[in-house]
């Protein structure tokens, strides 16, 4: 991600996102680009959507597109994760309209470009959100599907599936997902060998 403003305050960084219409990642008075996925990306995440929203049907749990804009209170990070979902009722930050606090699942899915920070610093910002029950890292070169679950100690548990005929099991919402409907239509690259 590069960064686009520096030294902007959260108001002037709601008018730029009002302004051009364009997500931004805020941090620290510092405006990053969202990069635009790649086909691949796009639909990983809108397979997870799919496949969450229809096994959340008789579910508390609301599951959101990309566009859902999270904070990361104990950071001041605002930032849009591939996916959220929330069960219950939507905490809403006070000094910035439409922006979240309370997410229980948050998903990405890693590019080249940004696997390092969403597996690093991003991924443990994330883990401070007291509402946050799993992160999943979804990989795009290969079925891979991380899962960070919150223990009831505080610690987090990673459980990982590798194959297509696995799955990701999201045990506090519930559910369940196969790797084959995450990665429904992925065409991978062929492996060097």
């Known amino acids: 991600m ?3 403003l520096k030294g902007i305050t959260i108001s002037q960084y709601l008018e730029h996102e009002s302004r051009t ?13 969202m990069v635009g996925g790649t086909p691949r990306h796009a639909l990983i995440a809108s397979n997870f959507l799919g496949e969450a929203r229809q096994r959340l049907e008789k579910n508390p749990c609301i599951a959101y597109t990309g566009d859902l804009r999270i904070k990361v209170d104990s950071a001041g990070l605002y930032t849009y994760p591939d996916t959220s979902i929330v069960c219950g009722e939507l905490q809403m930050d006070s000094d910035l309209p439409n922006t979240v606090l309370n997410p229980t699942v948050l998903v990405e899915v890693l ?8 597996r690093g610093q991003k991924s443990a910002f994330y883990r401070t959100i007291p509402s946050l029950q799993a992160l999943v890292l979804i990989s795009q070169d290969r079925p891979l599907v991380e899962c960070f679950t919150r223990h ?11 194959q297509l005929d696995a799955s990701l099991v999201l045990e506090p919402i519930g559910i369940s ?16 060998g």
């Open 21 to 33: 219409g364009e997500k931004h990642e805020y941090y620290r008075g510092e405006l990053f680009a």
């Open 177 to 192: 997902i196969p790797l084959s409907e995450l990665y429904r239509n992925v065409q991978f690259d062929p492996v060097d």
């Open 111 to 118: 590019s080249d470009s940004t696997e390092r920070y969403d």
């Open 152 to 162: 009831i100690s505080g610690g987090w548990l990673l459980t990982d599936a590798r």
């Open 2 to 4: 590069s960064v686009v």
